[in-house]
């Protein structure tokens, strides 16, 4: 596991509405997994809702998801923000990689962990998604019905962008030519027996010509705002094959089967990711609902207490994740 000096550094402070505690369970895969659990000081003595939180790509749980997982924990809900595989103080070897399979077990895997509580009903565990990970969130709540209900904020389909670019514009020649350059790039890999960084990663210092929207990461993941010394946005590269498996093997193929659990999309107005909130909405089955919170960009739903709408997140997870009657935690437990 990568571990730095550094471990405790968040990018918000701690609430002292709530606990924090770091824990650590296994996947499916056997990958040790580390995480914060968030629970509300206040909480009484009924076993309470829970939700795991992971995202953005390439982030950690020290920046956005613990600060949603904490907002949530405020709230009344136990909230679990994770590390994916590979990344941050979770394991895995080599470090820095993705898997359209792997990362959206690891959302299951959280779902276990949260569901072995004592403090926990396992019949109201609902799953957030922000950026990247809102697209595993998705494939995740469509294979596992434990997950009751499912949220996403600034939502990346990263199989699609993967596969197709921006907007769909990878002509069939240019994902070609992509899949030709990382099969070669197998090859040096295997002979120096470790993989190579990507160098498609944000720069260090602004130029000046960079797209809006790379320059509001820039903003978040290389300034005090947002940076971590864990998080691969921040400090770091995904190996240069990680898009591999993305490029052929579609995340959203079952997203209908999300239905009859709920699905909420939140995306900004002005994000340049708008479009995959608003197809994953079209792909769905009822109930769904699209909040486009107005003149907010893709990273502004990462950090700015202001905009994420935690009031609207709120209602609809105690609106879906109700307890059942008669199908308690305490009676779960004793008929084992």
Not at 16 to 25: A, E, F, N, P, S
Not at 189 to 200: F, H, I, L
Request: some cysteine; aromatic content about 10%.
């Amino acid at each position: 596991m990568k571990r730095t000096a550094q471990t405790e550094q968040y990018t918000f402070p701690l609430s002292d509405q709530v606990t924090r505690q770091k824990v650590t369970y296994k996947n499916r895969y056997g990958i040790a997994i580390s995480a914060d659990l968030y629970l509300p000081k206040n909480r009484g003595t009924e076993p309470l809702a829970a939700l795991a939180v992971s995202g953005p790509f390439g982030a950690v749980k020290e920046q956005s998801s613990g600060l949603y997982a904490q907002a949530m924990a405020e709230r009344g809900f136990a909230a679990l923000a994770f590390d994916p595989s590979y990344t941050g103080e979770s394991g895995g070897e080599p470090r820095n990689v993705a898997s359209p399979d792997i990362n959206t077990e690891d959302f299951s895997a959280a779902v276990d962990y949260l569901g072995l509580q004592p403090l926990v009903d396992r019949n109201r565990i609902g799953i957030i998604g922000i950026c990247g990970y809102a697209g595993m969130a998705l494939n995740a709540a469509a294979v596992d019905k434990r997950i009751k209900a499912v949220a996403t904020t600034s939502m990346y389909d990263m199989s699609r962008v993967m596969a197709k670019g921006y907007f769909d514009k990878l002509t069939i020649e240019q994902r070609s030519q992509t899949l030709e350059q990382m099969s070669g790039q197998r090859w040096a890999d295997a002979e120096k027996g470790t993989p190579a960084p990507s160098t498609n990663n944000l720069p260090q210092k602004l130029q000046g010509n960079e797209p809006p929207f790379v320059v509001d990461y820039f903003n978040y993941y290389k300034t005090p705002r947002g940076f971590h010394p864990n998080s691969i946005n921040s400090n770091g590269a995904w190996t240069a094959t990680t898009p591999l498996s993305f490029m052929n093997l579609p995340m959203l193929t079952y997203i209908q089967e999300i239905s009859p659990r709920p699905v909420l999309l939140i995306a900004g107005e002005k994000a340049h990711s708008r479009y995959f909130s608003e197809d994953a909405y079209q792909a769905a089955a009822e109930p769904k609902e699209l909040m486009i919170i107005p003149n907010a960009s893709h990273v502004d739903l990462y950090d700015r207490l202001n905009i994420i709408p935690f009031d609207k997140l709120t209602s609809f997870f105690n609106e879906h994740l109700k307890p059942v009657k008669g199908n308690s935690r305490t009676k779960h437990v004793a008929s084992h």
